[in-house]
């Protein structure tokens, strides 16, 4: 009787821990990079891309991804602006989702940063080519490699923005390892 007591405890001890487990925790903004990381690696990103990919999210919305800029003209996790802002709103449209859905803007930002995408963004400027942030096996060189060819700032802003995405990503990718190591344990 004993035994069959304490196996009824240890069960429906299990059991409200495997409910506790399954249910999903609310997303917090300060989850955003982390999540966005990963969906980027899912989506076959490097590690070196993905941690620039967020990088720049975060430098330009940080992470926020009804945020506008310029009257309103700006719009989003990257800040897609006129005809740029014109294909997210129809790509969601498309999806039946919210323009301002963080995983549509991924997906949207998926779709122009992949060569055989019809929507493909990246162009050779300042000396970078796709080819460089493609290659890149390094944050630096990616950071570096994807400001001037996703974005063509001029040359002033564009160093001023990489050194900011430099500094992000170094803490960043302390906690990408970090939450590797939580995984595996």
Same mark, same amino acid.
């Given at each position: 009787?004993?035994?069959?007591?304490i196996s009824t405890?240890?069960?429906?001890?299990?059991?409200?821990a495997?409910?506790?487990?399954a249910? *999903?925790k609310?997303t917090?903004?300060? %989850?955003? *990079? /982390?999540?966005?990381?990963k969906?980027?690696?899912?989506?076959?990103?490097? #590690?070196?891309?993905?941690?620039?990919?967020?990088? !720049?999210?975060? =430098?330009?919305? @940080?992470f926020?991804? =009804?945020a506008t #800029?310029?009257d309103? @003209?700006? +719009?989003?996790?990257?800040?897609?602006? +006129?005809?740029?802002l %014109?294909?997210?709103?129809?790509?969601?449209? $498309?999806?039946?989702?919210?323009?301002?859905?963080?995983?549509?803007? /991924?997906e949207?930002l998926? #779709?122009e /940063?992949?060569?055989?995408?019809?929507n &493909?963004?990246?162009?050779? &400027? @300042?000396? +970078?080519a *796709?080819a460089?942030?493609?290659?890149? %096996? @390094?944050?630096? %060189?990616s950071?570096?490699? !994807?400001?001037?060819?996703f +974005?063509?700032?001029?040359? $002033?802003?564009?160093?001023t !923005?990489?050194?900011?995405q /430099?500094?992000w990503?170094?803490s960043? $990718?302390?906690?990408v390892?970090? =939450?590797?190591?939580d995984?595996?344990?």
């Amino acid at each position: 009787m004993k035994k069959r007591i304490i196996s009824t405890i240890v069960t429906l001890s299990l059991a409200i821990a495997l409910i506790f487990v399954a249910i *999903p925790k609310e997303t917090t903004k300060e %989850d955003l *990079p /982390l999540e966005a990381y990963k969906f980027f690696i899912e989506e076959g990103f490097s #590690s070196e891309q993905a941690t620039s990919i967020v990088a !720049l999210i975060r =430098s330009s919305s @940080n992470f926020d991804s =009804s945020a506008t #800029s310029n009257d309103g @003209n700006f +719009y989003g996790l990257c800040q897609w602006g +006129y005809g740029r802002l %014109d294909s997210l709103k129809s790509f969601a449209d $498309e999806k039946g989702q919210d323009v301002s859905d963080f995983k549509t803007q /991924l997906e949207f930002l998926v #779709s122009e /940063l992949s060569p055989t995408a019809d929507n &493909y963004q990246l162009i050779s &400027y @300042n000396g +970078y080519a *796709p080819a460089d942030w493609e290659a890149a %096996d @390094n944050v630096e %060189d990616s950071i570096e490699a !994807l400001v001037w060819t996703f +974005y063509s700032p001029a040359s $002033e802003m564009g160093k001023t !923005l990489i050194d900011q995405q /430099l500094e992000w990503a170094e803490s960043f $990718e302390k906690e990408v390892a970090q =939450s590797q190591k939580d995984i595996h344990v």
